[in-house]
């Protein structure tokens, strides 16, 4: 029977990658965390000793917090959260039901290093148009949600890296950018392991299209080419383009994962016996 104030992995796998989902928080503990050091998608690891230190952070949010079975340790944490004010609840089974459920997880590995602040740092060149939109999106939903981007003149991109200890992303010769006619999006769904996702495999397959020259792959991709490249008209600050993005991405992703098999037309909203 799932505890009181537990949240099922059916259910928080459908609350990724959505706007307005709940912060994800893994408190295993070092040794538990080592043993498989892989994250559920968006979450980010705090220490479960401490939760009275970081906890009021994320007050007025709500929160699932994972611990390695779903038992003591989260437990302890989510009713310390909800007496900071935070609508906590515990993912039932902890991180090693997650993980029998068959649900994709992040390897450690494969994030790069994070500020003192607990944040990954990104740059990559500035005027973006998919690639650039899109990947911050995955890494926001799915990975970082504190992500920092940097947009820069792109023959600044290397130096700006070294300088403030930044990722690129989306220029030559570096992990993460185009591979073969996969484009960068797609190195990063695969490297964090969402793969199996079947709407980011789809969504991955659009954002190929219309980023590299091939709209004809799947019939939105020619969609996406032209929303993004009106986006990128209509915004000469980069950062307020993301955020627009950012909504343009979470509907097609919503599509992608609920939506595929629904059509519309209008004469199916007029009354019954009504001529067209």
């Known amino acids: 029977m799932p505890a009181i104030n537990s949240i099922s992995p059916d259910k928080l796998l459908k609350l990724i990658g959505t706007p307005g989902g709940p912060a994800i928080i893994d408190v295993r503990t070092a040794e ?3 043993a498989d050091a892989r994250l559920v998608p968006g979450a980010v690891r705090h220490d479960f000793a401490t939760v009275a230190e970081w ?6 949010q709500s929160a699932v917090v994972i611990c390695q079975k779903g038992q003591k340790l989260s ?4 009713a310390w959260l909800r007496q900071s004010g935070v609508g906590a609840e515990v993912l039932d089974g902890g991180a090693l039901g997650w993980g029998i ?3 994709p997880m992040v390897p450690e590995a494969a994030l790069p290093p994070r500020d003192a602040r607990g944040r990954t740092i990104w740059v990559t060149r500035a005027r973006p148009k998919v690639d650039r939109i899109a990947c911050p999106w995955l890494i926001r939903r799915f990975v970082d949600p504190d992500a920092v981007f940097l947009f820069v003149t792109p023959s600044e991109v290397p130096g700006v890296a070294e300088r403030f200890s930044a990722t690129p992303f989306d220029i030559e010769g570096v ?5 073969g006619d996969r484009c960068t999006f797609d190195v990063m769904v695969e490297t964090f392991g969402l793969g199996t996702l079947p709407a980011l495999a789809h969504l991955a397959t659009i954002v190929r299209g219309a980023d590299t020259a091939r709209p004809d792959i799947v019939p939105e991709a020619a969609g996406l080419l032209a929303m993004s490249l009106g986006l990128s008209r209509m915004y000469a600050d980069d950062l307020e383009q993301l955020d627009a993005g950012m909504l343009m991405y979470d509907a097609l992703y919503r599509w992608c994962r609920d939506a595929r098999g629904e059509t519309h037309d209008w004469t199916a909203h007029k009354a019954r016996g009504e001529r067209p």
């Open 75 to 78: 437990e302890g944490v989510a």
């Open 55 to 60: 906890g009021p952070a994320f007050a007025g």
């Open 175 to 179: 992990r993460w950018s185009h591979d």
């Open 101 to 103: 459920a068959g649900y």
């Open 32 to 34: 538990d965390f080592a």
